[in-house]
């Protein structure tokens, strides 16, 4: 028996990502976002989602570029923080630690800690109610050498992802592989 | 130490979402994605991704809306093969032994079998390149009660969503709690 929960935002699994800009001074800022995901395969392309209020919506907009770092588990606190302060009043990487990397593809910083990071160059924006959805064009996707499997892919076990649990908000982690994708659905013919 | 994989559609985590919709003939389809997200809290939307070429691509435009499934780890086979085969060529539905559940608020099946489906009705369309994004207003969120926790919430483990890691192609499950969002940020001030 299903129950209705009305229209609102739920749906399994929302990522957890950290989007690194620049401000009109130069000051790298990072927030962590939970609304986007992957929206073309050529030009690859992926969509974040903000309000206007967000310190970071004038920055892509008068940088036309913004990153996406992915938090691993070890550093959720510091991926939730991003998400609870605005970069109008703190400066998160100061105040984390963290090290802002100037990218040299696009005009926003990444996280140099976190293990895989998108540099993406704005190509569009479409106002959705309340939310703002930024297109950026992915330049490139640089992951850290450690988190790669023996095939020299990236291990989404060791890149070690968050998924947000919307309505109960909570962070969880990836769990053991399910099936190799087009391959276990052969079977219905 | 980042290696550089060049532009392409390559993060964690990105979703596996069954998208039903029904053809000319009234005849239900369903497909498998992983490329969209929630891209507006109010209106609340979700945005999906198709080729022009997709069987669905034509449904949701003549019928104005589609549906979200989300497939759980026991489906994992069935969403795949959702995903394999065109619409064109096989009923996925009768093929995998799945119930095609007629929307009662927008003109679109759903999977009565998977935990939690979510209907929308198309409010956008947009070219990005080989992809087409569809802009859909959530009109209701349906979550079987048996994949709820004690205090009437979805609980993630339960409804058990597979997330796709992409370049290895594998299909993964949900990890275990890593914190609680908006709070363990609170450290850093």
């Known amino acids: 028996m299903k129950k209705s929960f009305g229209p609102q935002t739920l749906i399994f699994p929302t990522p ?6 620049y401000d009109k001074e130069g000051k790298p800022n990072i927030m962590t976002i939970a609304w986007g995901g992957i929206c073309c395969s050529t030009p690859p392309c992926l969509t974040i989602s903000l309000r206007k209020t967000r310190y970071t919506y004038e920055n892509i907009l008068e940088r036309g570029a913004y990153t996406v770092s992915v938090p691993p588990e070890k550093y959720a606190a510091e991926a939730d923080y991003f998400g609870i302060v605005s970069g109008r009043d703190e400066n998160k990487f100061q105040k984390t630690g963290l090290t802002p990397t100037r990218s040299k593809l696009v005009d926003a910083p990444y996280v140099e800690e976190f293990h ?42 060791l890149v070690s992802p968050l998924v947000y649990e919307t309505k109960s908000h909570f962070y969880h982690g990836i769990g053991g592989q399910i099936g190799k994708a087009f391959d276990i659905g052969r079977k219905f013919g």
């Open 116 to 157: 895989m990071v998108l540099e993406c160059k704005l190509l569009h924006h479409y106002e959705i109610g309340i939310h703002t959805q930024f297109i950026g064009e992915i330049m490139d996707v640089k992951v850290d050498e450690s988190v790669l499997d023996e095939d020299g892919k990236p291990a989404i076990l």
């Open 16 to 21: 957890v990502w950290c989007v690194g800009s």
